[in-house]
């Protein structure tokens, strides 16, 4: 077998490279290139006699009933995952450090194995002991989950191997973990690609399927292994504020559902709690009748979600007034900024803009333009809002409010919330409900909502 030659792998994004440089021309970064043995070290086996047989996708058609899915026994990782855990799927679960993946996969492996399921539980980072006194503290210190702490890949593999085939296997964490085929050190791209191959190669063979947890990077990517993003089958990122309770799980990619779910939990001092009606979580804590604040009526995958949006608009004292954006998207804010500017007369040039979605939400609906506008606006003139109304739209270059989809069900949850009025675009009319329950203020243009509010 010929000897690996070393290369330099990026740590960020994986490229490789025969020299060693500053910038990584992949990605751009500084400083990540780290010498590593290739894998070229991987002893290949050729079984040229063995050939794949192809199957008609028709023959298969009665067979997807037994390749199901199982679900957790928790709404909100069902609801992200698209229904449970798929035989044969690898995952990967991304987060800050302390956000609460180790407690998450706590939980969904001890009622799985308290459903009857063999389930197991790897920690590369915490001690038996640790993983254990955790479980206590959830009150699960009972459920029979198997327990190990281990970090080599050949050894998890041989363990799971025996007995009867786990129907989910957690791996806290993708680089804690180290395979004997690569020379590198464990954490480096090398060895997390290395170990995530094997791990995936076991998942396909056994059914099982394995959930890998990722830590992620001060600029929120998963650490190390962006190749790994491409290797599984789904990639879920939980997020939250560091001082809120709320902790929102997003699938950034899901090969077997949707990727535009959220499931939203509250962290307890006994774990992660579901919270099935996120709307009113959201609005638990309103400023009512401070000026700066909408509410917004969005849709986050198939379930409407009402959410408090809140602008600062201040005389800046900067010769370029300060943008800041935490929940939306910050071109979003600016083209909103200018369609006031250009269309509404209304000059924001002199101020500071400051904005975010309450709860630590992040809405990538442009639908919110509306609620956004009639916040920074109602900041601006110091004039609250009317704290019975929803808003939801989508703005246009020329000042338009444009219809969004799904008014009906924005429109039934802002009414089950005690809403009264809504807010929306004038050609949404139509797709209201008659009994909607609430009263309707349709606007054409932007001009029109300014000149309600101002
Ligand atoms: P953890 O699951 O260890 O985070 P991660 O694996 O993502 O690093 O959770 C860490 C935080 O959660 C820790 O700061 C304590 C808090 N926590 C609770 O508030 N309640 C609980 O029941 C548990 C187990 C943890
Ligand atoms: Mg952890």
Redesign the pocket.
Same mark, same amino acid.
């Given at each position: 077998m010929a000897k690996a030659s070393p290369s330099f792998v990026c740590q960020n994004c994986g490229a490789a490279f025969n020299r060693w440089q500053g910038k990584c021309e992949s990605c751009g970064e500084w400083n990540t290139l780290v010498e590593e043995a290739g894998d070229s070290a991987v002893p290949v086996s050729i079984r040229a006699k063995r050939r794949g047989r192809p199957f008609k996708l028709e023959s298969l058609a009665g067979k997807s009933v037994d390749a199901p899915r199982l679900p957790s026994g928790m709404a909100e990782l069902d609801r992200v995952t698209g229904g449970g855990f798929v035989r044969g799927s690898v995952l990967l679960v991304g /987060?800050d450090? /302390?956000?609460?993946?180790?407690?998450?996969l706590t939980q969904a492996t001890s009622l799985m194995a308290r459903s009857g399921h063999r389930a197991v539980y790897i920690s590369g980072e915490e001690a038996v002991a640790q993983v254990r006194l +955790?479980a206590e +503290?959830?009150g699960l210190a009972s459920a029979p989950v198997e327990l190990a702490a281990e970090t080599s890949v050949e050894d998890i593999i041989a363990t799971l191997s025996e007995g009867a085939t786990p129907r989910l296997i957690v791996i806290d964490s993708i680089q804690t973990m180290w395979t004997d085929t690569v020379e590198s050190a464990p954490g480096t791209v090398t060895q997390v690609r290395a170990s995530a191959q094997a791990l995936i190669r076991f998942a396909k063979k056994s059914g099982a399927a394995i959930i890998l947890v990722g830590h992620v990077t001060k600029d929120g990517q998963i650490a190390g292994p962006r190749v790994v993003e491409h290797m599984v089958d789904a990639v879920l990122s939980f997020e939250g504020e560091g001082s809120q309770q709320f902790r929102i799980l997003r699938a950034v990619k899901n090969r077997f559902g949707p990727t535009d779910e959220i499931g939203v939990f509250e962290?307890?001092?006994?774990?992660l709690r579901e919270v099935a009606n996120p709307s009113e979580l959201f609005l638990s804590e309103r400023d009512l009748g401070s000026p700066g604040t909408a509410v917004f009526a969005g849709i986050e995958g198939t379930r409407p979600v009402l959410v408090e949006l809140q602008a600062l608009v201040a005389p800046t004292t900067l010769g370029t007034p300060r943008r800041a954006v935490v929940g939306w998207d910050s071109a979003r804010l600016s083209m909103v900024l200018a369609v006031l500017e250009a269309h509404c007369g209304v000059k924001l040039s002199g101020y500071d803009v400051y904005f975010n979605v309450a709860g630590g939400l992040r809405i990538n609906e442009p639908a919110a333009d509306l609620a956004a506008a009639a916040a920074l606006v109602s900041s601006l003139a110091n004039s609250p809002l009317p704290t019975d109304a929803v808003y939801f739209g989508e703005i246009s270059l020329s000042g338009a409010v444009r219809p969004v989809a799904q008014t009906a069900a924005r429109l039934k949850e802002a009414a089950k919330l005690g809403f009264a009025r809504a807010i929306l675009p004038e050609t949404a009319r139509g797709d209201a409900p008659s009994d909607a329950g609430m009263a309707l203020q349709t606007v054409g243009g932007l001009t029109s909502l300014v000149a309600d509010i101002a």
């Amino acid at each position: 077998m010929a000897k690996a030659s070393p290369s330099f792998v990026c740590q960020n994004c994986g490229a490789a490279f025969n020299r060693w440089q500053g910038k990584c021309e992949s990605c751009g970064e500084w400083n990540t290139l780290v010498e590593e043995a290739g894998d070229s070290a991987v002893p290949v086996s050729i079984r040229a006699k063995r050939r794949g047989r192809p199957f008609k996708l028709e023959s298969l058609a009665g067979k997807s009933v037994d390749a199901p899915r199982l679900p957790s026994g928790m709404a909100e990782l069902d609801r992200v995952t698209g229904g449970g855990f798929v035989r044969g799927s690898v995952l990967l679960v991304g /987060g800050d450090p /302390g956000i609460g993946k180790s407690t998450l996969l706590t939980q969904a492996t001890s009622l799985m194995a308290r459903s009857g399921h063999r389930a197991v539980y790897i920690s590369g980072e915490e001690a038996v002991a640790q993983v254990r006194l +955790r479980a206590e +503290r959830l009150g699960l210190a009972s459920a029979p989950v198997e327990l190990a702490a281990e970090t080599s890949v050949e050894d998890i593999i041989a363990t799971l191997s025996e007995g009867a085939t786990p129907r989910l296997i957690v791996i806290d964490s993708i680089q804690t973990m180290w395979t004997d085929t690569v020379e590198s050190a464990p954490g480096t791209v090398t060895q997390v690609r290395a170990s995530a191959q094997a791990l995936i190669r076991f998942a396909k063979k056994s059914g099982a399927a394995i959930i890998l947890v990722g830590h992620v990077t001060k600029d929120g990517q998963i650490a190390g292994p962006r190749v790994v993003e491409h290797m599984v089958d789904a990639v879920l990122s939980f997020e939250g504020e560091g001082s809120q309770q709320f902790r929102i799980l997003r699938a950034v990619k899901n090969r077997f559902g949707p990727t535009d779910e959220i499931g939203v939990f509250e962290m307890t001092g006994l774990g992660l709690r579901e919270v099935a009606n996120p709307s009113e979580l959201f609005l638990s804590e309103r400023d009512l009748g401070s000026p700066g604040t909408a509410v917004f009526a969005g849709i986050e995958g198939t379930r409407p979600v009402l959410v408090e949006l809140q602008a600062l608009v201040a005389p800046t004292t900067l010769g370029t007034p300060r943008r800041a954006v935490v929940g939306w998207d910050s071109a979003r804010l600016s083209m909103v900024l200018a369609v006031l500017e250009a269309h509404c007369g209304v000059k924001l040039s002199g101020y500071d803009v400051y904005f975010n979605v309450a709860g630590g939400l992040r809405i990538n609906e442009p639908a919110a333009d509306l609620a956004a506008a009639a916040a920074l606006v109602s900041s601006l003139a110091n004039s609250p809002l009317p704290t019975d109304a929803v808003y939801f739209g989508e703005i246009s270059l020329s000042g338009a409010v444009r219809p969004v989809a799904q008014t009906a069900a924005r429109l039934k949850e802002a009414a089950k919330l005690g809403f009264a009025r809504a807010i929306l675009p004038e050609t949404a009319r139509g797709d209201a409900p008659s009994d909607a329950g609430m009263a309707l203020q349709t606007v054409g243009g932007l001009t029109s909502l300014v000149a309600d509010i101002a």
